[in-house]
C-alpha cells in the first residue's frame, strides 16, 4: 500500500475508523444490555 495519503484522505480515513469504532461500541453496549 501507498504511505502517500492526501490530507483529504487522511481525514476521510480517519473519519471512517472513527465512525467504525463509534458503530463497533454501540452494538458491544447493545449486546451488553441484551445478556
Known sequence: ???QLSS???SLFRQVTSVRMRMTANLFSLQIKRN
Open 8 to 10: 483529504k484522505d487522511a
Open 1 to 3: 500500500m501507498p504511505q
